[in-house]
Nanobody
Framework: VQLVESVGGLVQPGGSLRLSCAASVFTFSTYGMSWYRQGPGKERQWVAGISSGSMNTYYADSVKGRFTISRDNVKKTVYLQMNSLEPEDTDVYYC???????????????WGQGTQVTVSS
């Protein structure tokens, strides 16, 4: 399994950023996928999940209405569109296949390198 997140970046509060994650799992289209984030000294938190066919999406309360998860099964890529970013969104973001309720539980112990998102003026 390989999970490769795109480069994040520095954005001002209120700004937007789109993350992508390419997965080298041949059965990508059959797996729910999720985004997670982790700050220094904190546990990794689930952010958003999407079903295999994109029919259902789920969000943590902290990002609901601001973030949108989507996927392209042909490209084996999952996206996270982040709008109205806040300083509290500053974290390293990761993707993983997920299962269980809202696909919160990561399927693989392996994690990619993650991508740093910094929201600051």
């Amino acid at each position: 399994v390989q999970l490769v997140e795109s480069v994040g970046g520095l954005v001002q509060p209120g700004g937007s950023l789109r993350l992508s994650c390419a997965a080298s799992v041949f059965t990508f289209s059959t797996y729910g996928m999720s985004w997670y984030r982790q700050g220094p000294g904190k546990e990794r938190q689930w952010v958003a999940g999407i079903s295999s066919g994109s029919m259902n999406t789920y969000y943590a309360d902290s990002v609901k209405g601001r973030f949108t998860i989507s996927r392209d099964n042909v490209k084996k890529t999952v996206y996270l569109q982040m709008n109205s970013l806040e300083p509290e969104d500053t974290d390293v973001y990761y993707c993983n296949a997920g299962y269980g309720s809202a696909y919160r539980t990561p399927r693989y112990d392996y994690w990619g390198q993650g991508t740093q998102v910094t929201v600051s003026s």
